[in-house]
């Protein structure tokens, strides 16, 4: 089992930048893929972004691409998603979520994830 939790979100002006965390505090944290997910009010959880267990394989939605980076970091049991040129419309909650599958299908449904965390706020403000 994997305890996830999330940091970093905030308010933050348009254009401007933010990183988020996803930290696991148990079980075999490089055994599993990590995404990330939005969910505003009012619409369904939404796929941003997810890595591959090594951190060799990162996946983005095509929303995201070029404006979000994912990476991850196993030795201190951490994922993160750099976002950048932020907008008002990517104001959400963002979780980060564990799985043991793979590959950019799996990553993109969150059926396929087994553990999630409490999700932190982002607000981008116009």
């Known amino acids: 089992q994997v305890h996830l939790v999330e940091s970093g979100g905030g308010l933050v002006q348009a254009g401007g930048s933010l990183r988020l965390s996803c930290a696991a505090s148990a079980g075999t944290f490089s055994a599993y893929g990590i995404g990330w997910f939005r969910q505003a009010p009012g619409y369904e959880r939404q796929y941003v972004a997810a890595i591959s267990w090594s951190g060799a394989s990162p996946f983005y939605a095509d929303a995201f691409k070029g404006r979000f980076t994912i990476s991850r970091d196993n030795a201190k049991n951490a994922v993160y998603l750099q976002m950048n040129s932020l907008k008002p419309e990517d104001t959400a909650v963002y979780y980060c979520?564990?799985?043991?599958?793979?590959?950019?299908?799996?990553?993109?449904?969150?059926?396929?994830?087994?553990?999630w965390g409490q999700g932190t706020q982002v607000t981008v403000s116009s």
């Open positions: 979520a564990a799985t043991t599958k793979s590959g950019s299908y799996y990553f993109s449904v969150p059926q396929n994830y087994y553990y």
